[in-house]
């Protein structure tokens, strides 16, 4: 099975920062960068896509939030049962996303990732297709493996996938005193 990645990962926690901190992040980007930040909030909305996606009856859905990307990939491959492979550079992130984590000190594939899907299908092409139709920007990210390893690759270099972490957006609340 292929793995599909719906939106952008990490926006959910670009906007929050775009919101709650915007006043620093002027003193460092522009402010039409920072305004784009916190103009993914229209992406972050899930129910149409929740729809579009059930149609499709893909084998395996999980919703992208707190522990991002990364935590995303250990559930489902827990519920599936299964291993997984996914190439690190397929998974969409938008720039802002980056430029905002790296400002922080923190990982975008970490990160409150709401208004994205992590979905399983036997055909991720079609799905992606079908799903782009409807405005819906998606990647196929991987596919399922037998076994149990959680591999990652990135440039040719193979890692395992951790055991869920605690989601980045602690460490910027922690700075702050919130916890």
């Known amino acids: 099975m292929d793995l599909i990645v719906t939106k952008w990962i990490g926006m959910e926690a670009a906007v929050m920062l775009a919101h709650d901190r915007k006043e620093e992040l002027l003193q460092r980007f522009p402010a039409a960068f920072v305004h784009a930040a916190a103009g993914m909030q229209r992406s972050i909305s899930i129910p149409e896509d929740a729809r579009a996606v059930s149609r499709f009856q893909p084998d395996g859905v999980c919703p992208l939030g707190e522990g991002g990307i990364f935590t995303a990939l250990w559930n489902l491959a827990e519920q599936m049962e299964s291993g997984l492979e996914v190439d690190l550079r397929k998974i969409p992130v938008r720039q802002e996303t980056i430029e ?20 399983a299908a036997r055909d991720g092409a079609a799905l992606a297709e079908e799903l782009s139709h409807q405005d819906i920007p998606t990647a196929v990210i991987g596919r399922m493996t037998k076994g149990n390893d959680r ?9 395992f996938l951790d055991r869920p972490q605690r989601d980045e957006m602690y460490k910027v609340n922690r700075r702050e005193g919130i916890e």
């Open 100 to 119: 905002i984590c790296e400002y922080f000190d923190i990982n975008p594939y970490n990160v409150l990732s709401g208004g994205s899907f992590l979905i």
């Open 151 to 159: 591999i990652l690759w990135n440039a040719g270099n193979k890692r």
